[in-house]
Nanobody, 126 residues
Framework: QVQLVESGGRLVQAGGSLRLSCAAS????????MGWFRQAPGKEREFVAA????????DYADSVKGRFTISRDNAENTVYLQMNNLKPEDTAVYYC???????????????????WGQGTQVTVSS
C-alpha cells in the first residue's frame, strides 16, 4: 500500500505561482493513477487534476484549466501540481490521492481513490 506526503503549500498573493509535490512510498508508484483534490472551509472536497499511470493522460477541473498542470515522475515516485495565476478562490487544503489501476485512464471521482495524503494548505491573498 502506497503512502503519500504532500508539500509545497503556503501563503501566496493572487497572480502568483506554487508547485505542490506529493511523494509516494511503500508501493509500486507506476501502478497508481494519481489525483489532486482540494477542500475549502465549509465546502465539499472537489476534484482538481488527475494523471494516469504514465504521464500521457491528464484531466483537469474546468476551474483550473489553463492555470494548473499536473505531472508525475515515476523514477522519483512523485506527482506535482504546478499552479499559476492563483486566485483567492483557489484557497483550500490540497490533497494528493492514489488509485490502484490496471488502466491508463484518469478519474475525477474521489471514491475511486483508496489512498490519501494528509493535505497541504494553500492560501491565496487578494
Amino acid at each position: 500500500q502506497v503512502q503519500l506526503v504532500e508539500s509545497g503549500g503556503r501563503l501566496v498573493q493572487a497572480g502568483g505561482s506554487l508547485r505542490l509535490s506529493c511523494a509516494a512510498s511503500g508501493g509500486t508508484f507506476y501502478t497508481y493513477g494519481m489525483g489532486w483534490f482540494r477542500q475549502a472551509p465549509g465546502k465539499e472536497r472537489e476534484f482538481v487534476a488527475a494523471v494516469g499511470r504514465y504521464a500521457g493522460r491528464t484531466d483537469y477541473a474546468d476551474s483550473v484549466k489553463g492555470r494548473f498542470t499536473i505531472s508525475r515522475d515515476n523514477a522519483e515516485n512523485t506527482v506535482y501540481l504546478q499552479m499559476n495565476n492563483l486566485k483567492p478562490e483557489d484557497t483550500a487544503v490540497y490533497y494528493c490521492a492514489a488509485r490502484k489501476s490496471s488502466l491508463l485512464s484518469t478519474s475525477s471521482d474521489p471514491s475511486d481513490y483508496g489512498t490519501w495524503g494528509q493535505g497541504t494548505q494553500v492560501t491565496v491573498s487578494s
